[in-house]
């Protein structure tokens, strides 16, 4: 008996560094976030993958331009050994259909309330294609930058209606106060050439987004062919702060797919 509980351990000694080899072969995940927040916006998300064993990364995104924005990320991506699968949410959907452009370790793209603009479109003229934005009039008056062009916030006053109706209000203004602004080229920079064409793709968004029109989202998802389009309830612009389970479990369906 003892011999058999002791080969037992040894058994289970020698099973471990396998386990532990199958849980790191999940993709990394990478999230980007978009304009007017930051990477703390996927909190809630990252804490749910890393407890599901995912690794994660939170991209650095500049806001500055489009092209620029995505080489930014593509090197991120491009330093990570093994599959990825690239996250984006509002702008930052523009930016990781640029970035995993040529990329192949990128097995898959999700669009979290996210712009998948084609070749030659804009976020700004993706916003106007469909009604239902009310994101100009919250804009506060342009801050005039040194090297040129502007770089554009939301009213902190407005944000919480605007960006983040279905958060509490106490952390609506905490985001407001920290929010990241985007330089305003970067909203009519046009996109060369979509991932999304071949990369497979997964879309969630709510249905109370007043940033970008859920209408130009179920356009986007549908022209991109995605895998599984989620619509949530009640949902503003960051359904990743405000249902965080159902866009972590998107990004897990994603990364599971195959």
């Known amino acids: ?9 040894l058994f289970a000694t020698v099973l471990a560094p396998v386990a532990a080899q199958a849980q790191a072969a999940k993709p990394t995940v990478v999230l980007v976030h978009g304009a007017f927040a930051d990477s703390s916006s996927w909190n809630g998300v990252i804490a749910i993958l890393e407890r599901d064993g995912y690794p994660v990364v939170a991209a650095p995104n500049p806001l500055r331009g ?19 699968v690239l996250v984006g949410h509002s702008y930052g959907g523009s930016v990781i259909s640029e970035a995993a452009e040529g990329v192949p370790n990128v097995k898959a793209l999700v669009y979290v309330a996210a712009f ?3 070749a030659g479109e804009t ?36 944000f919480h209606d605007q960006f983040a ?28 050439a979509p991932a999304w064409k071949h990369v497979p793709s997964w879309f ?18 549908e022209r ?16 990743m702060v ?17």
């Open 224 to 239: 991109a062919q995605s895998r599984q389009t989620v619509v949530v309830k009640g949902a503003s612009h960051v359904v």
């Open 1 to 9: 008996m003892k011999k058999l509980i002791a080969g037992g351990l």
């Open 204 to 221: 969630i968004y709510g249905d109370k987004d007043r940033n970008i029109p859920p209408a130009a989202q179920a356009f986007m998802a």
């Open 66 to 84: 489009v092209r620029a924005d995505a080489d930014v990320v593509g090197d991120l991506v491009k330093s990570i050994q093994g599959p990825v």
């Open 123 to 158: 976020a700004l003229g993706l916003t106007g294609k469909f009604p239902g934005s009310t994101l100009a009039p919250a804009l506060a008056p342009p801050v005039k930058l040194t090297t040129g062009g502007n770089d554009l916030y939301i009213l902190q006053a407005r």
């Open 165 to 192: 109706a279905d958060v509490p209000a106490a952390e609506a203004r905490l985001m407001a106060v920290g929010q990241r602004p985007i330089a305003d080229a970067a909203l009519s920079e046009a996109s060369t």
């Open 242 to 258: 405000s249902n965080a389970p159902a866009v972590a479990g998107l990004i897990e369906k994603a990364a599971t797919a195959r």
């Open 116 to 118: 998948a603009p084609e």
